[in-house]
C-alpha cells in the first residue's frame, strides 16, 4: 500500500488525537499513514479505563500534567517531549486477529539500523535489555485500523512512575487496568551523543525506505476540521474522565483537628449517585445533608467547589477547610 507521512505541528494532546481520528475517518483511503507526534507532559489512558484508576490525581495537578482519553484500548501512558509517538493507520479486514508485531516490526528494523537491537515481547511491548520502552495500542473500525506507539528516547522515568502512581484507595470498576512494566529510554543504547530530533530523522528515513511513501501537508482546511473534533471530545472533561466505567471507591484521610474520614462513593458517567461519610472525626451537622447536597454533581473540581462554596463545612466536620476537603473527594 503506498504511504502518506504526516508529522503533527503541535504538542498538545487534545489536537493529537483529534487529528488521528481525522486522518482515520476523513482521509483518503487508498493510502495508508504513517504519523509522528509529540505530547508535552500529558498522561493518555485507554478508552476503556478508568480516568480515576490510573492517575496520581494530586501529582498531575501539581505539575500541570494534561490528562486524555484515547480511542484505542489498553493501558495509560505517560508523555513528554522526551518521548515521540508513532502511528500507522492502514485497511485490515474485520475479524482478523489484533496483530501488534506488523506494525513493530518496522521500528524494531529502524533501530536495529542505528545500532540498537529491541525485541517484540507479549502482546504489545517492545522491549530492549527485557525492558520497555514502546507500549502499543489499537483501535479498529469498518475495515481500517490506527495502530499507535509511544518511543521512549530520553523521557523523565521519575516523572513516569510518579504521575501514574494512584493512592491506595480502594476503588471497584470494571475499567480495564494498567499492568505496569519496567521501563527505560532509547538513549543509553543509541550512539553516544544522539540527539531526539537526529533519532526522529533516523526513524522516517528508514520508513521513507521500507515503504513507498511521499510526506503529506496539512491544509487549513484540515487544521480546521481536526480542531472540531478536539473542540467536541478531546478537551472535555465528559470524554477524558466523564466516559470512565462506573466505580465505587472508599478512601480513609486523617484531617489535622479534626480526625479520620471515611468517604464512600458511587460514581456512574462521572456523577455522583450516592456519597456517604464515616469516622471519628468531631461535627454537629448531618453529614446526610452534605451527601444530598454532592449527589447530581459530576466529580469535577469546578463543580465541587461552586456547590459547596456557600456551605460552612466546619458544622460537618471540625477544622475542615473546602480545599482540604476537596482534596479528599478528587486525589
Same mark, same amino acid.
Not at 103 to 126: H, K, M, Q, W
Not at 230 to 249: A, D, H, L, M, T
Not at 294 to 310: C, I, N, Y
Given at each position: ?71 484505542? =484500548? ?7 517531549? =522526551? ?75 521519575? +516523572? ?5 502512581? +494512584? ?165
Amino acid at each position: 500500500m503506498r504511504m502518506k507521512y504526516i508529522r503533527s505541528p503541535r504538542i498538545d494532546p487534545s489536537f493529537n488525537l483529534a487529528l488521528e481520528q481525522y486522518v482515520f475517518d476523513a482521509l483518503d483511503r487508498s493510502f495508508g499513514y504513517f504519523m509522528l507526534w509529540q505530547n508535552d507532559n500529558t498522561i493518555v489512558v485507554g478508552k476503556h479505563q478508568n480516568t480515576v484508576e490510573e492517575i496520581n490525581a494530586a501529582y498531575v495537578r501539581e505539575h500541570g500534567i494534561q490528562v486524555v482519553r484515547r480511542l484505542s =484500548g489498553g493501558g495509560a501512558v505517560y508523555h513528554d517531549l =522526551g518521548n515521540l509517538c508513532f502511528t500507522f493507520i492502514t485497511d485490515q479486514k474485520d475479524g482478523v486477529p489484533f496483530d501488534f508485531s506488523l506494525f513493530c516490526r518496522p521500528v524494531v528494523r529502524a533501530l536495529a539500523e542505528i545500532g540498537v537491537t529491541a525485541e517484540i515481547s507479549g502482546r504489545n511491548d517492545i522491549l530492549i535489555d527485557g525492558q520497555k520502552f514502546s507500549g502499543n495500542a489499537q483501535y479498529r473500525k469498518q475495515g481500517r485500523v490506527m495502530h499507535h506507539g509511544t518511543l521512549l528516547f530520553d523521557s523523565d522515568l521519575d +516523572v513516569v512512575g510518579q504521575a501514574l502512581r +494512584v493512592p491506595e484507595d480502594k476503588i471497584a470498576s470494571k475499567g480495564i487496568k494498567s499492568v505496569r512494566s519496567r521501563v527505560t529510554n532509547i538513549k543509553p543504547y543509541a550512539p553516544e551523543g544522539m540527539t531526539l530530533s537526529a533519532f526522529e530523522a533516523a526513524l522516517v528515513s528508514h520508513m521513507f525506505q521500507e515503504f513507498e511513501m511521499e510526506e503529506l501537508p496539512l491544509a487549513p482546511a484540515d487544521l480546521a476540521e481536526v480542531e472540531r473534533l478536539r473542540q467536541e471530545r478531546y478537551v472535555k472533561w465528559e470524554w477524558n474522565y466523564g466516559f470512565s466505567p462506573s466505580f465505587q471507591i472508599q478512601k480513609s484521610r486523617r484531617v489535622e483537628n479534626c480526625g479520620r474520614i471515611e468517604v464512600r462513593m458511587n460514581v456512574e458517567d462521572g456523577v455522583i449517585r450516592d456519597i456517604d461519610f464515616h469516622g471519628d472525626y468531631f461535627g454537629d451537622g448531618d453529614p446526610a445533608e452534605l451527601s444530598e447536597r454532592l449527589k447530581g454533581l459530576p466529580l469535577r473540581e469546578d463543580a465541587l467547589r461552586s456547590s459547596l462554596s456557600t456551605l460552612h463545612l466546619p458544622d460537618y466536620f471540625s477544622n475542615m477547610d473546602l480545599e482540604t476537603f476537596l482534596s479528599i473527594l478528587l486525589q
